[in-house]
């Protein structure tokens, strides 16, 4: 075996152990929710942001915060609410009477992960704020722009719009989240464990960090050698063409979407040890990484069929690649 191979295998055998212990430590906190906790872990190693919805109680905020915890690096969490100010997430300039210059106070987006709790709670103009920060990890104020430090992630937590006291987060927006979740009910074993374990202590006071930022980086280079074949990019681009052509969707997936779809495939490769994307990555994330940036038409709409119905019903139609690894 060559030494390029062997540091290979040894990369992934290093992702998947750490992968394991994020996920068991997440676990400790959330209860009965294996299947949303992975959803987490691709989207952090594929250098993604989260959003996390549903209705209020369901543990969303723990599940952003346990998932922060997790890691040791800078946390900041932003509360949303109408008030808030986007100078209070990226920061603003203060003129220092002393030596007569303004001085730079970094907002809370300054810090690697950033927690953002019930993010549709404040204005589109402070959801704004957010954009630069999202896309290009670096934040400007006054015409200076001032750099964000790797590893950079935005979780977010939002209500549905029917809850009083929304806004509908905008179509931008929702576009630089690489993936959504919703949390669901959880099934009544876990339930009553959670009565059990939550009742008398706080279960997120006990977690400690189980690995850190510097080596998340790493992580993320491995995620970065995962091979992607021509016939499965082509696929993921059948598959975001569908949904642009779909008559039960008015907004299609973007370019973005379809970007966002290839890394989040490639880190759930990793996870599953394997260097190279196969087309069931691909159809196992088209729901949460595309479901949030489509908006269905109004007939479909009225047939009771939401985003992630119709995605699903593509993932079906649009054939499989006949070689499915190159």
């Not at 992630?153 to 989240?177: K, S």
């Not at 016939?231 to 008559?247: D, I, N």
């Not at 038409?297 to 985003?307: D, K, P, Q, S």
């Amino acid at each position: 075996m060559s030494t390029t191979a062997t540091s290979s295998a040894m990369d992934f055998d290093e992702l998947t152990e750490v992968a394991g212990r994020v996920r068991r430590a997440i676990e400790t906190v959330i209860e009965g929710k294996p299947d949303v906790v992975e959803v987490a872990v691709t989207v952090l190693l594929a250098e993604g942001h989260l959003l996390i919805e549903d209705v209020p109680g369901v543990g969303k905020t723990m599940l952003a915060k346990a998932l922060a915890k997790s890691i040791d690096c800078t946390v900041r969490r932003i509360q949303f609410t109408p008030d808030l100010l986007p100078s209070d997430i990226t920061g603003v300039s203060v003129f220092n009477q002393e030596n007569r210059e303004f001085e730079f106070k970094p907002g809370a987006v300054f810090a690697n992960i950033v927690v953002g709790d019930e993010i549709n709670r404040a204005s589109p103009k402070t959801q704004a704020a957010l954009l630069e920060s999202m896309e290009e990890r670096q934040v400007t104020v006054d015409t200076t722009t001032y750099q964000l430090e790797a590893p950079f992630m935005v979780i977010a937590t939002q209500n549905p719009i029917e809850m009083e006291g929304t806004y509908p987060l905008p179509e931008a927006q929702r576009d630089r989240f690489m993936a959504r979740l919703s949390m669901g009910y959880p099934e009544p074993a876990a339930e009553l464990r959670m009565l059990d374990g939550h009742a008398a202590a706080d279960p997120l006071a006990a977690l400690q960090p189980v690995t850190d930022g510097q080596q998340i980086l790493r992580l993320v280079k491995t995620v970065h050698s995962v091979h992607v074949s021509e016939s499965v990019k082509e696929y993921a681009v059948a598959l975001a063409g569908a949904t642009r052509r779909s008559q039960e969707l008015r907004l299609g997936a973007s370019p973005r979407a379809t970007l966002h779809l290839i890394r989040a495939a490639r880190a759930a490769a990793a996870l599953d040890a394997r260097e190279f994307v196969l087309p069931d990555d691909i159809q196992e994330l088209a729901v949460p990484v595309l479901a949030h940036r489509v908006l269905p038409a109004a007939e479909a709409h009225l047939g009771g069929r939401g985003a992630a119905d119709i995605i699903s019903g593509l993932v079906a139609s649009v054939p499989l690649p006949r070689n499915r690894r190159d």
